[in-house]
């Protein structure tokens, strides 16, 4: 299959890997978007973060996790204790997936051909980074690396072991906050989410 991996540069350094993603056409999903949105940070990070895949506001500052979904992010990160700038952002597909509603650009969930085809480049960075504790967003990012059979509603919270880290655990993606009408509901949510983020800051040495 079609996939990231011929597009993978010589070298896996973090300058080379951004330079190569650019140009990557290992699925449609470049089509459509502005530009490939790679991970930010540093790779001497010992705390990785993977959301699902840009959205519209990534999509244009090229950068990931800017827009509401960052804004939910950055204030659970504050509440947990830890600094976003000594963790390394990424997602699990690298380019915007849309739907055009009018003028708007509706997210769409990849679907597992996209991760998939997506994957070498997340793996690259896992491979550079070799995080100490690795956080999953969602369930896109935890079926993609712990497997498909995960479930945020069973698994959330939960340290597994996958192979790129011995302190893998998924939590809620924060747009999943976003999405609940019920106050009540998201309230225990956001509890949940920072209580998820805070288990992965102690477990960091
Ligand atoms: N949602 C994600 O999963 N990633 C982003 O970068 C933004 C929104
Ligand atoms: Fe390449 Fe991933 Fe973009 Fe598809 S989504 S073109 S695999 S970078």
Redesign the pocket.
């Known amino acids: 299959a079609r996939?990231?991996r011929d597009?993978l540069p010589e070298s896996l350094d973090y300058p080379h890997l951004v330079k190569a993603?650019e140009k990557?056409?290992?699925?449609?999903?470049?089509q459509h978007?502005t530009q490939?949105v790679f991970g930010v940070g540093p790779t001497s990070a010992r705390l990785v973060l993977v959301g699902e895949?840009p959205g519209d506001q990534e999509d244009l500052a090229g950068e990931p996790f800017v827009g509401p979904a960052g804004e939910v992010l950055d204030e659970a990160l504050h509440e947990a204790g830890i600094d976003r700038r000594q963790t390394y952002v990424t997602n699990a597909?690298?380019?915007f997936?849309f739907t055009l509603r009018g003028k708007r650009r509706l997210h769409q969930k990849?679907d597992a051909r996209?991760v998939n085809?997506?994957r070498?480049?997340l793996e690259a960075e896992l491979g550079l980074i070799r995080p100490e504790v690795l956080i999953c967003l969602g369930a896109t990012a935890a079926q993609a690396l712990i497997g498909r059979d995960f479930r945020i509603t069973r698994q959330r919270g939960e340290w597994l072991q996958t192979d790129w880290c011995d302190a893998t655990i998924a939590t809620y993606h924060p747009s999943a906050l976003l999405r609940v009408p019920d106050a009540e509901q998201r309230a225990q949510m956001r509890r949940d989410f920072i209580a998820d983020l805070t288990k992965a800051a102690r477990r960091l040495t």
Request: glycine share 4%.
């Open positions: 996939s990231a597009f993603a990557c056409r290992g699925c449609d999903l470049h978007a490939t895949q597909v690298k380019h997936k990849p996209e085809a997506c070498p480049w």
